[in-house]
C-alpha cells in the first residue's frame, strides 16, 4: 500500500543531543512537509520541499534542519539548539500539480511523539 | 495573511445528535483552497474535503456535509447523527494561489461523541 512512513514512534532526547526523525513515503510525491503539534496550537510548519535538493523554512524552522537527497525521504533533525522540543511531530507530502493553483491536498504519516529525558 | 480561526476548542454530543465545527478564514488571495481534517486519537491527520474559492457550492458525503460561504469566510462542517467512531481532533485549514502548497491550520476541535 501507497503512504508515509514515519519512525519511530516515540523517541527521547537527552539534553544536547541531536536526534533524527525519519519520514519516506512511496506515493510518488513531490513535496514534502515537516509539522510540529503542540496541545492546543495546531499544526506549525517547519521545512517543506517541493524538489529534490532543495527546501525552505517553514514559520519554526529555527533549532531544525532537514536534507532531501532522494525523492521519496525528508528526514528531519532536531538540533540541541531547539531548546523546547518536546512535540509531536508529523511529516506529509503531497504532488505538484502541473497548474500554478491546484494546491492538492497533503497526505500525513502516523507521527513521532518526542520528549526530553 | 493567511489565518485559520477555529473558536470551538471542544465540543460534546451525545450520540446521534448532529454537530456543527465552525471554521473562518482570512486571506487576501481570491484563489484558495479550503481543507477539513480528521485526526483521531492515532495521531494520523485523515483528509476529508478540498474546496475552492470558486466553488460555493455545499457538499454531502454520507453523514458529513460542508457548508461554504465566501460572504461571511466561514467553511462549517457538519456531522449528522453522529457516531461515537466520530470522536476525533478536526482541523482547518488553508491554501492560498500564492503560497505555494503551504497549508495554514486552524488550531482544532476535539469532538468528543458520547454513547
Known amino acids: 500500500d501507497g503512504g508515509i512512513t514515519q519512525s519511530p514512534k516515540y523517541l527521547f532526547r537527552k539534553e544536547g543531543q541531536n536526534v533524527t526523525l525519519s519520514c519516506e513515503q512511496n506515493?510518488?510525491?513531490?513535496?514534502m512537509y515537516w509539522y510540529r503539534q503542540d496541545p492546543g496550537q495546531g499544526l506549525r510548519l517547519i521545512y517543506y520541499?517541493?524538489?529534490?535538493?532543495?527546501?525552505q523554512k517553514g514559520d519554526i524552522a529555527e533549532g531544525y534542519s532537514v536534507s532531501r537527497e532522494k525523492k521519496e525521504s525528508f528526514p528531519l533533525t532536531v538540533t540541541s539548539a531547539q531548546k523546547n522540543p518536546t512535540a509531536f511531530y508529523l511529516c506529509?507530502?503531497?504532488?505538484?500539480?502541473?497548474?500554478?493553483?491546484?494546491?492538492?491536498?497533503?497526505?500525513f504519516g502516523d507521527g513521532t511523539r518526542l520528549s526530553i529525558l | 495573511a493567511q489565518k485559520v480561526t477555529q473558536a470551538q476548542t471542544e465540543i460534546s454530543v451525545v450520540e446521534k445528535e448532529d454537530v456543527t465545527l465552525d471554521c473562518v478564514y482570512e486571506?487576501?488571495?481570491?484563489?484558495?483552497?479550503l481543507f477539513w481534517y480528521k485526526q483521531p486519537p492515532s495521531g494520523e491527520l485523515v483528509f476529508l474535503i478540498r474546496?475552492?474559492?470558486?466553488?460555493?457550492q455545499n457538499e454531502i458525503s454520507g453523514r458529513y456535509s460542508w457548508n461554504f460561504q465566501k460572504s461571511t469566510s466561514s467553511f462549517n462542517f457538519t456531522i449528522t447523527a453522529s457516531q461515537v467512531v466520530d470522536s476525533a481532533v478536526y482541523f482547518c485549514?488553508?491554501?492560498?494561489?500564492?503560497?505555494?502548497?503551504?497549508?495554514?491550520f486552524g488550531t482544532g476541535t476535539s469532538l468528543t461523541v458520547i454513547p
Open positions: 506529509a507530502s503531497s504532488p505538484m500539480d502541473s497548474r500554478a493553483y491546484s494546491n492538492q491536498p497533503q497526505h
Open positions: 506515493l510518488n510525491h513531490d513535496a
Open positions: 520541499s517541493q524538489i529534490v535538493n532543495d527546501f
Open positions: 486571506t487576501r488571495d481570491t484563489t484558495y483552497y
Open positions: 474546496r475552492n474559492s470558486f466553488d460555493e
Open positions: 485549514a488553508l491554501s492560498g494561489s500564492n503560497t505555494g502548497n503551504q497549508f495554514y
